[in-house]
């Protein structure tokens, strides 16, 4: 099939939503069909566009089997809720034109649209109007509500009836996959019907990620001394409860036996710097090159992941796959019931967001018991192989995606 693939991020951008897409785009195209993906420019986790990119103009390649074509996109330095909309409206306006041209030169038979970003749909609605092709929409998050839940835009009056009616005319696709089983109950409850449902989780490099044996190289080169290591890696956004780490970090300042470690680059990391001043136990380091993921998530002696309160079902942060398969025990901030709370059961403890205490109570008591800590450890790389395994994920995904395209 031709296939024509709409989505802000991807590859070479390391973390969040871009290697996923560009995982299932290659995977597609290795698999025989015909693949393109019209794509922003990258610029995540750092908000700005990479430099090697910034080239004026569409710029095509030819990559791993599939023609990518990054249009030029707004990226704001310090992306408020205003700049963000602003920010996805510009990608979708960008990208229209492209993927009109993409059509004409291959008719797609399929137009799978990524989201975020939502509200480029109106493009891939259009083109596969036009050409007669199958819509197939694929959630990271649910945007709407996440920008409810975080603040982002007020959950009542015309904008936030407008949302919701957009996004309800958004999922009218062929297909629906999202991340997660809560995230599809989700979509139920949003009214798509199940038989339009297909779980797509994100996967691990498990075949990449090993749990360490010895000691990670970033003790030495970070100059790391204490024993125990609490690591948060990934993207440092907005809205996203990461406050909660410097919080926590001061609430244990007395023992010396700690070291917290902010492993990320994004919008709020000076706030966080801000936040963590004076504080002898935190570090700050830029994001690890890929190669380098089995020493940067094994210097955890626990992973830190923080998640607000209104966005526990909203979104599965795609950070807790490679956590779990470095063998380590993970301490996240979510409510029982949640989907993250569930995804962690039995690999690690989960507590209720937003409070500082009880993560540190709770971290405590995973540093003070190795029995425990070294069983959640092993119990969380079974979980990865058994759920995340990259290779079983897109083989099932590829068959799904033939079958109902």
């Known amino acids: ?124 609605r259009a083109i596969a109007w036009m050409f007669g092709a199958k819509v197939w929409v694929h959630i990271q998050d649910f945007e709407v509500e996440a920008a409810f839940a975080t603040g982002l835009l007020k959950d009542h009056g015309l904008i936030a009836k407008a949302a919701r009616s957009f996004e309800t005319w958004c999922l009218k696709a062929g297909m629906v996959s999202t991340i997660s089983p809560q995230m599809c109950a989700k979509l139920r409850d949003l009214g798509v ?48 409860g990461i406050e909660i780490i410097p919080e926590v970090a001061r609430l244990l300042a007395e023992r010396r036996d700690i070291t917290f470690v902010i492993c990320g680059n994004g919008a709020s990391r000076e706030r966080l710097m801000a936040a963590a001043e ?69 690999c690690g403890q989960a507590v209720a967001p937003e409070d500082a205490a009880a993560m540190a109570r709770a971290l405590v008591s995973l540093l003070d018991d190795e029995a425990s800590r070294l069983a959640y450890g092993l119990a969380a790389r079974n979980r990865a192989e058994d759920r995340w395994r990259r290779q079983s994920i897109l083989s099932d995904f590829a068959i799904a995606f033939s079958a109902h395209a």
Not at 197 to 220: G, H, M, Q, T, V
Not at 306 to 316: H, M, S, W
Not at 317 to 326: D, E
Request: aromatic share 8%; with cysteine.
């Open 1 to 124: 099939m031709n296939v024509l693939i709409l989505g802000l991020n991807y590859a070479p951008e390391p973390v969040g939503i871009g290697p996923y897409t560009a995982g299932t785009a290659e995977f597609l195209a290795a698999a025989g069909h015909d693949v393109t993906v019209v794509c922003g420019k990258p610029y995540y986790p750092d908000w700005r566009v990479q430099e090697s990119y910034r080239r004026s103009g569409v710029l095509s390649s030819i990559e791993s089997g599939v023609d990518v074509r990054r249009v030029p996109i707004y990226v704001p330095s310090k992306p408020s809720g205003g700049r963000r909309l602003i920010h996805h409206a510009s990608f979708a306006l960008r990208a229209y034109p492209e993927m009109l041209r993409a059509a004409r030169k291959k008719r797609p038979d399929v137009v799978m649209c990524i989201a975020p970003s939502l509200i480029s749909m109106v493009a891939a």
């Open 193 to 240: 019907p199940a038989a339009r449902i297909y779980e797509f989780r994100n996967w691990a490099n498990i075949d990449n990620i090993k749990p360490l044996a010895r000691p990670s190289i970033y003790r030495e080169r970070w100059n790391i001394t204490t024993p125990y290591v609490a690591l948060y890696s990934g993207n440092l956004g907005n809205k996203q």
């Open 278 to 346: 004076g504080l002898s136990n935190v570090q700050f380091q830029d994001l690890q090159p890929v190669e380098m993921m089995s020493d940067l998530l094994g210097l955890a002696t626990v992973h830190l992941l923080p998640q607000i309160a209104g966005a526990a079902d909203l979104v599965l942060p795609s950070k807790l796959a490679n956590m779990l398969a470095s063998g380590r025990v993970v301490l996240a901030t979510a409510i029982p019931g949640t989907g993250l709370a569930r995804e962690v059961e039995g």
